[in-house]
């Protein structure tokens, strides 16, 4: 439509100039009767034609009418927000100062008083008289016939010293009255007429190095100046150097420097001619930060891309005031939602500005990695969370480390494997191959449908419901655990299902969500890390295991999590495509809300007829959906025993261990028995074989014959 629209413009362009040419040609073509006008066709003529002579007065510039801090609202706002904190911050600043600025004006004041004495004098004693009768008296006694002008003068300058000094007295009395009647005031009234007095006389008693005020500076670490930022990016080496200080080429600023919120943002352009682009601006992130007196962290940086007006050489910086990810972590929204549809992009923290930053899930993959302690298991339980809160959401979960993270999603999860164990390897590789089985079908069952139904080819929220295929969540924290104590082949073939699972399993419902400590190419092999679509790194040792796990090259362009440091727990660099990346502080989500949440699911599912596989036949969980109180030695030991019908009790008790220290950390043999027959356990043998070898253990039949009947009885439905 707009080709057509272009063309008949053109045409009619043409058409017009063909007939401007016949006109010229012919001067009768077009004449009417003497003395009438012709009446030509109406023409347009365009403003910026070369023979319109005022197409340069006539052009409207394209610049903007309103100043960059006030195009928008956000930003209008933020400038009145940060002009209020700086007002706000001089009002206690000098109010704290108030007693201080009193004794000075009262000591400027006194000098006041004592220059304006001084300045009054010579007037009060007639001085500019007194020299003129001085130099007539000592002229008399040369010339005797000036005597008696000497006297008159010296007569008439006695009188007019008298009549000043009796004006200042009469002054000075009348001052004294009204100081008087000052003291009769009220309180009020005296501090105005004193103010009124101290004012002007400290005025005058200030000095050109004396100031009343102390210059307070704000705690503003940056001046996002034009010049400042030059000379940053000159020394950093991005702009050439000319012979003087404000030699040689610079930025132009397409946008501010401008406060935004607790910050300075700013968008410029490289000059041409110096062979730097935005990318190698990303890559002097440090030496930037480092000359504009500031941590790296605290400069966020990225290209401007075509789409919102920018160019290859065009970047936007934002300074912030201070490190904007330390403080209270904001807690996640997820904690007090009653449901949440897996479809829409899950909530999961916040930028260096406090925008809200949400992860869509559907269709994608996720990888978490970064070092112990750093919020990687938190960050990772938030996506995983979101699909608890919708019934239509079947979850497989292993955990390698085997702890208490993940233990509550036994009220939930289809499978759960816990541990890296013998037995939990067996488990997690049953339910790959479960998992293969499942997108296999739906991918037949996706085929034969209509296009009418299916119409690309993978899940609807309407093909979930019509056809009870809820989307899967797949759920693998600490990978590495898992690789490490697998023989090789057994590694090759859990890799190759986990990819298959990450590369095809998104078109069938299937999301994946793997974390791990140690994402090299021993712990985690590239051919599963590259294929994911969504990655968080915490703070990592160097810029080579960031790249690890969020992709080759992205610490040089800006995406580095190793500037983060201890304390931005729960803070990672999340990049969710090939040149998007943003810093992200982690909403939090502690244990007991995430086991609340759990809880939640439960009863979703069971509402939905949607809790199936290990959760329906969970017996502590059903316990406590239904209040009713099981031993915790008894909960726990069937949890840590969920892969194995028979355990040495020197396991057991390495197991118990991992699941909660605190608790079980000091527990030997003898107290475990003791607690476990206080619980109802009774032993049917105090040995157990495994592998032919007998030693003393427990069989899970006998810790699940202390759980009450009516349990049982309703988890084997």
Known sequence: MTECVEAAVVAEVLDLEKRRAAKSADPAEGSGPVGVPADPAPVVEAV?????????????????????????????VANVTALGRLSWWHTRYHGVRAPKYLVKAVLLAARGFFRAAWGLWPTLSAQDHSAAVKALAAQSKARPEDVELAVRLQIAHAARTHSRRWRFGAAAAAVAAATAGVALLPPLAQAGVGAAVIVPLAHLGRGKETRLLDQGAPPIRVDMSAQQLNEALRAAGLLKSGKGDDDGPKVSCSMGPVRDGRGWAVIFDLPRGGGKTASDVLAKREVIAQELGVDEIQVIMSRVRAAKGGNAGRVSMWVADDDPYLGTPNPSPLATMDRFSIWDPVPFGGDARSARVRIPVMWQSMFFGGLPRRGKTFAQRLLTAAGLLDAYVRHYVADGKGGADWMPMKAVAHRLVMGAEDDAIEALKAMLAELLVEMERRFALLRELPTSVCPEGKLTPEIVARYNL???????????????AMEREDREQVINDLCRIARRGPAAGFVSNFASQRPDAESVPAKLREIITIRYCTQVVDRTSSDMVLGKGKAAQGADASVLSEEHKGTGVLVTGPASYVTVRADYLDGPAFAAICRKGRALREAAGQLTGDAAGDVTAAADAAGITVAPIVSDVLDVMRHSPRMYTTD???????????TYGDLNAETLASELEAAGVKRSSKQVKIGGKALAGYQRRDIEDAVPAELLLATSR
Do not use: H, K, M
């Open 652 to 662: 057991l008790l390495a197991a118990l261990v991992n699941l909660d220290e605190d």
């Open 48 to 76: 910026d034609r070369v023979d319109n002579p005022l197409a340069d007065w006539l052009t409207v510039p394209d610049g903007p009418v309103l100043p960059a801090w006030a195009r928008s609202r956000a930003s209008v």
């Open 470 to 484: 809820p989307v899967i969540f797949v759920t693998i924290d600490e990978l590495q655990e898992y690789f490490t």
